[in-house]
């Protein structure tokens, strides 16, 4: 179903606008899109060492702790690394 021409010039209106916003552009770019993913996924990845390595040394306390914090680092670090390394479909 076709746009009425007002309901056009509003869709070409807020087109324009967006297009005239610099954050926008800048937050709608792929490269931003992808150095946030890659900021996300070193944090996480050096979250999940961290975590691994606090259950290393509480694994000398408690047993039980340790295993749990170091599964814990180990899941993190494995979506550290499927949110870095995966792709979005193509639409």
Known sequence: MPLSDDEQRRLDAIEQSLHDDPKFV?????GGLRRRRVL?????????????????????IQVAVGVIACIAGLLTMAAALFIGLHRRASR
């Open 40 to 60: 996300l996924a070193g944090a996480l990845l050096t979250l999940g060492v961290a975590l691994v390595v606090t259950g290393l040394v509480a694994t000398q």
């Open 26 to 30: 800048a937050r709608a770019t792929v």
